[in-house]
């Protein structure tokens, strides 16, 4: 892990967006200007991110923490409309983990063409689709708000908590999608967290095993990173584990869990074994027929079902 700075010199009327602190625009000849940013809590090299465009922020605040979203000029109400619950995600994660946001400020930048997002330290990129007017948002708020909760989970399971190897990556990814369900389900409730993340995440399961993609979330050997980094697996198949787990244990104790873990764990690097030491440490039991079934092996139960009625 390091710090990080950068300085880039851009034309007006462009922008450097990056993770950190702005410390300074200082115009250059030409009409150009130089910023220059700095981050001072250290993260992982893959958590750099920054983004260069015409940008207008959007400010907010929560719990003490300053909130912005850069977007497109032409979209500025919009951007508003799309960001409206950011605070209350920050505030949700905050109670539920018991560990406060790890870093000074959290920043989304909107990227046109960008097919979803990425996360960096205490900056996310997400993509422009997300923006949309205000009814449309209402609409598609369980998928976009999805979005923006899993990419602001990743800041304590991601970015803060970074896997121990690429074998564990579903820690942070599953995690991250597992909490936006969760945000759902307070904000949404139950039933629309079960149509829109536990009957998808199963189903997306099943649709890779029927194409022959059959990975467990804790590969013994891995000899593509990146392609299991990007796939399904670590995000949909380790959410769906973890509902099954909370289903398991039982709501109250699984968010317990949750809170020992992150507060266990808080800027360490983590395996899967300290899940299951957290899952220990409250219930009293090892578990260790779950992890050993849902962590890996790489199949799934196939049911038999008949039935019969009789009027």
Do not use: K
Not at 296 to 309: C, I, L
Request: hydrophobic share 40%; charged share 20%.
């Amino acid at each position: 892990r390091h710090t990080s700075e950068l300085r880039a010199i851009v034309r007006a009327p462009l922008s450097v967006i990056a993770s950190g602190r702005l410390l300074s625009v200082e115009p250059q000849p030409g009409g150009a200007r130089r910023f220059h940013w700095r981050m001072d809590q250290a993260h992982t090299s893959q958590r750099s991110l920054w983004v260069i465009g015409e940008y207008e922020d959007q400010p907010q605040t929560a719990a003490g923490v300053a909130l912005h979203n850069f977007g497109y000029p032409d979209e500025a109400q919009a951007v508003r409309d799309s960001v409206a619950q950011l605070p209350a995600t920050l505030g949700f994660l905050n109670e539920l983990t018991g560990v406060r946001y790890p870093f000074d400020s959290y920043t989304q930048v909107f990227v046109q063409d960008l097919p979803w997002g990425h996360v960096g330290a205490g900056l996310a990129m997400q993509t422009e689709n997300m923006i949309d007017d205000h009814g449309t948002h209402e609409d598609f708020q369980y998928l976009w708000d999805g979005l923006q909760t899993e990419s602001l989970a990743q800041q304590w399971f991601g970015v803060h908590l970074n896997a121990c190897s690429p074998h564990h990556l579903w820690l942070e990814r599953g995690l991250a999608h597992h909490l936006a369900a969760l945000f759902t389900e307070h904000r949404h409730g139950r039933e629309e967290m079960l149509l829109w993340y536990v009957a998808a995440n199963q189903a997306t399961v099943l649709a890779d095993w029927a194409s022959g993609q059959r990975r467990a979330l804790v590969p013994q050997q891995l000899d593509d990173v990146a392609g299991f980094a990007t796939g399904n697996t670590p995000s949909v198949r380790g959410a769906a584990v973890l509902n099954l787990l909370r289903q398991t244990l039982g709501d109250g104790a699984w968010r317990r869990v949750l809170r020992h873990f992150a507060q266990t764990h808080a800027g360490q690097a983590v395996c899967s074994a300290d899940l299951q030491r957290a899952v220990q440490a409250v219930t009293g039991e090892t578990m260790d027929w779950f992890f050993e079934q849902w962590l890996r092996r790489a199949d799934h139960p196939v049911f038999e079902v008949a039935w019969q009625h009789d009027a």
